[in-house]
């Protein structure tokens, strides 16, 4: 046996793999790579704000640091809690370092967003990032440029100094140069842009391109935050063995019953006592006598109990129907607007929620399908749409149930939250097939189009309404000019008479109102009682 000299074995740092693969996190070309930088950027800033109460304001410069050689500068700047000096360079210099590995819900969850634009920053112009950052109430402001010595994931200090934090900012600032195709990724990033104003109003968003004039400024819509998520426990149904272990190590003395209660989501003693009977162990055994066979037999009983309570959904920032609804409406300017935010459910023991809004008419095209908006963790999800989810959940839909008829103005915003999204990849562009959560936008869709059949019944109801008394006016018109002239009548005390009896016959009580509001926009989301199906 012994070593041959046929193949060579090495390993393989968790940064050199991403610069070698950089495109399965989405920097895979000049184009994808500026609109990615972008993303992960703003994405950090808006952890960095209002995960802590902070209305978020974000400004993005973009120039042509080298045009002859497509070298573009990218500058983001945010007034979020900031980050701890001593934090900087690891933050940006090694892959898979992160203050996001918990259970709460996040935009970032790999850890590795920050150190894939400095990776590709490096691979391609060999400049470093450079980062400047004010943690709330120092009185110091950090400055670094950093690089990321490839081979060993550590980050490289190229330079460093602290200053004077004199008027009190807040907030982190980070520029960097990359080769980029800014014309090319413009519209990408438009597109990035009015999407995040969709599920996140209450930001300030400015974006000055390179070219002259090219400014595109997202005003703040609401003051109005959805409440921040608070950080959880795992639940019992979402554990592996491996977990159990570092847990256990944690404390090993710890009996049983106090390991449960303690450690996992919604486990009181009533719980753990009826789950260690189930699995047959003694409550007060030392969990870390647990061996091998145990362990695993453990692990799996917890996954087939069937007594836990349900995930909570505390760990989870849902957007709510009335902040959702103002982002879509100040986007789309749709004639109507509805929408859901679903109650809690889980898969796998993490808990998630399904919000949806459907917009109608006004500012939206007609299309031949439902447009789709997609977002998990308000993020929105632009590439990869004919393998999402929500597009083939919208696409099975009979949308004549709910008298849409195409080409129409029609869209649908599906918006899933959750501690554990599912992505489909590292570039988080789209959601993989899991059945609970098709089940939940499937009712989520559902419930929103329920309120849009109604409300193009009404409609309905009413344009034929109107156009009733249009026809009987007319011939109203006829009569009273026939009957006044026979009888010598008063003309105008015949017409409004006659006139009294169409209302009356039509049974229109609100004659005024229903001819006013018909051409009003509706900004409803009014709680329009729901048929059953
Ligand atoms: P992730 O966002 O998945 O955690 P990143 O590499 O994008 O991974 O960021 C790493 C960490 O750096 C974040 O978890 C956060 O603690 C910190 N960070 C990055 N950008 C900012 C920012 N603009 N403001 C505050 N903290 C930041
Ligand atoms: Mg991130």
Redesign the pocket.
Known sequence: MGSSDLVKFEALSPAEFFRRNREIAGFSNPTRAVYQTIR?LVE??L??TETFKILPSIKIFIDYADQSRNWIGIYVE?N????PGDEIPN?FGRVF????YRIKQHR????????MVVLYAQSTTNTPILVRSAPLKSDMIYEYQLMIDITRNEPVIVSQRTMENRYGWHG?AIKVVLEGDWLKAKRRVEEYIRRTAMVAPYAELIIRGPDEDYVIKIPRVTTKMPEPPKEGLPHPKSVDVELIKQLIQKNPEAPLLEFLVENFDGVGETIAKTFLDFVGLQPDMPVGKLVNDELVNFVTKMKEFNGWRRPRADWLSPIGEDILAEGVRFVLRPEVIFTVTRKPSSYMGNPFIVEAALAWGGSIEPSDKPIVYRFANKVPLIYDEGNDVVRKIVDEIDWSQYKVKFPAPLAIVVHICSTKIPYASAGKEAIAEVPEIESEVRNAVREVARKLRLYITRKEKEQELLMKYAIFSMYAEEVVNSLSYVTKADIEELRSSITALIKARLKIEKFEDLINNNNKVENTNEDNKEETQ
């Open positions: 992960e950090n800033s952890d960095a945010d979020g809690i900031g980050i933050v370092y992160s203050s996001k970032g969850i790999f850890g590795l967003g920050a150190k982190t």
